[in-house]
């Protein structure tokens, strides 16, 4: 619930205070999600990446090393979403971790 309160719209007057992870099913959309759902979500959203990075990168690499004729095909990529919650240091995951590992760590601070 706290990445909820801190990407809340509504209160912040944003438009931009949203984050949206595509896990294999499609959006989770729920009032509020929990931190044991955001894992599951991310989860499942480097499975989507991977399995993209096979079916469609590698895959278009090979018939244009091969000169098969194919069409391009346009994919969501949220490489953006997942460098935001897992990138070193920086990323959601890594700035929670940290927080973890201080003694007088705390949700508040984080």
């Given at each position: 619930s706290r990445i909820n309160e801190l990407i809340d719209s509504e209160?912040?007057?944003?438009?931009?205070g949203f984050i949206g992870v595509l896990d294999i099913f499609g959006f989770e959309v729920f009032q509020t999600n929990s931190f044991e759902q955001l894992c599951i979500n991310f989860a499942n959203e480097m499975l989507q990446?991977?399995?993209?990075?096979?079916?469609?990168?590698?895959?278009q690499a090979e018939y244009e090393a091969e000169g098969v004729p194919w069409a391009h095909i346009e994919y969501e990529d949220n490489a953006a979403v997942i460098e935001l919650l897992a990138k070193?240091?920086?990323?959601?995951f890594a700035l929670l971790e940290e927080e973890c590992r201080l003694q007088a760590g705390s949700a508040d601070a984080f």
């Open positions: 209160s912040s007057g944003s438009a931009a990446q991977q399995f993209n990075l096979d079916t469609f990168r590698f895959q070193r240091r920086v990323g959601a």
